[in-house]
Each structure stands twice: as C-alpha cells, then as structure tokens.
C-alpha cells in the first residue's frame, strides 16, 4: 500500500509503506558484507526481497535463505550474461520478478542508516517524473585521520533506485546503467527519497577489490571498442580513462577475460592512445612535477626557518 498525504496527487506520495515495497538485490559472494545489509533493511521494515545471484560460491545464497527465510524469491542468473550484456540487464531482469507496487535496489555492500519512519520511506522532494526517486550513497574509504581503524566518506552521490517498474521505465546502460522512461533518461527529473546509505565497496577484501578492477576493465574495454554497448557509460570513460591508462587497463582486462573464459575478440584490440593526446599529457606530467618541486622547495625553506 502507497501512503499518500491528504489531498496529495495520488501519483505524488510523501511516504511510500515498506510493505508496498520491493527491494532488489544483486548477489555474487557477498557472504561477508550482505549480513549488515539485511539487517538494516529488516530493522526498517522492508520485508519482501528479491535476489538475483550470479552463481556465488561462498554459500551467499543459502546465507540469504537463512536470514530472509520465505521473504526472500532467489532467481539464478549467469555472472557471463552480466559481462555480455550489462547491469542495466541484470537490473531489469530482477526487476521483473517484483510483484510489488514499488521496487527499490539497493547494492549488497550498501547499508540503509536513514530515510524511513515508522515503517514508511520518506520523500523530500519531487520531480517532473512520476513513480522515480534517488537516494544518496555515501561512499566510505580507510580514513587514517580517524585511528587505524577509522572510516571516512570520499564523496556523495545521489543514484536513481526507488521506481516503479513499468514496462515504459527501466533501466538502460552496460557498465554504469540509469533508469530510462520511453527512452528518456530519469537522472535529472526524478524526485528524491530521503534514504541515505553507506557504502563499503572500497573496505572489501584485496581479492574481492582485485576481481571488481578486472570486471570493471574488461567492460571498459569493451565499450572503448565497441560503440554500440556505450549506453549510460560518461564519455570520460572511453575518450580518457581508457587511453590515458592503456597497459594498465587491457593487463587487467587480458587476465580476467581468461579466468572467466572470455575470447580477446570479446573486448577487441589493446587501445593506442592518440598522440597528440599522448604529447599533452606528458607536457601536463612535467608541469605538474615542476610543481610539486616547487612547492616542495617551498616546505623545506619554511620548516628551515
């Protein structure tokens, strides 16, 4: 059930109940962090789930089970058809086993610390777009500053996650995927949610970062030699990243693509970087390590003084 407030546009909710709510969620090995993601979501008052898993092996899914028990509907999905076609796609293939008026995704290492009251999501603002809402995400790193085991937030973001899902709205995009209404990307016309998560991405495990780093470069591979999978992907991705860090990215590309079974032609040729690209960006290398002396000259005769 949508709670609306009295007299509001039944299209405009200021809460949305839980219990009217979906919340999807996409699995491979995340026996370690899911834990704390359930818990928070149960807590709020979320209490239906479903879980696309890309073939775990460190019994994520029956972890799943345990916790969520009959809330929870499990559907099996091929960690290759993420590779070939995209989140976008394991998005909306989730998305259509929700039987819910509203679905909400959110990321197995992302942990709910506010936005819900008494059982219901509260909405802040909204948008031109009926039926959409983004929630903020706190990205986390080590953060020295606060002991050794502290944590701080890099940086903020607002992503579009609690929508209905129709047959005119979902999401397109290969690496980085947005929700689209008739082919209309949402990003800028969608409300906001007031859920805030935390994200621990950046706080996993060195192997778990290290697999993340080779997907995440195969993918980016692919899209800077194939034109037609750029969908949702910013150009800086494949105009920039990619050339300005060629060896790094195919080595890593090159590795993963044999541990997961992957054909070279899959991602195509190793880039070459342009080179008037290549003589600007060693004109700006230098420059900034003049700086860097400079400023560093600068240190010494102060702390000399």
Known sequence: MTIESEGANPSRPTKIACNSIDVGLIVYN???????????????????FVVLDMQSTDGTVDYIRDILGDQAHIISFPRRSLIEYGYAHARNTCASFSTREWLLFVDADEVLISG???????????GETAGIYSVTRNNLKHDPDNGPDGIGIYSVE????????????????????????????CYKTSGQAALVFD????LKTLV???QKEGLYALMLL??????????????????????DRVAYTTALAKAFA???????????PMPQPNKAYKWLRGVTDALILQAEMFIQKIKQSISKS
């Open 158 to 185: 607002t992503h579009n996650r609690l929508y209905k899902p129709t047959f005119r709205m979902g999401y397109r995009g290969y690496i980085h995927e947005g929700i689209f209404l008739s082919g209309e990307p």
């Open 199 to 202: 994200h621990y991405s950046q």
């Open 222 to 243: 692919r899209a800077f030699n194939q034109p037609d999978v750029r969908v949702g992907t910013g150009a800086w991705w494949y105009k920039t990243y990619v050339p």
């Open 30 to 48: 995340e026996r370690a962090i899911i834990g704390s993601t359930l818990a928070a979501l149960l807590a709020a008052g979320f209490d239906s």
């Open 258 to 268: 044999q541990q997961q079974g992957f054909d070279p032609s899959f991602y195509g």
């Open 116 to 126: 819900v009251e008494n059982g219901s999501v509260v909405i802040k603002t909204q």
């Open 208 to 210: 778990d970062l290290e």
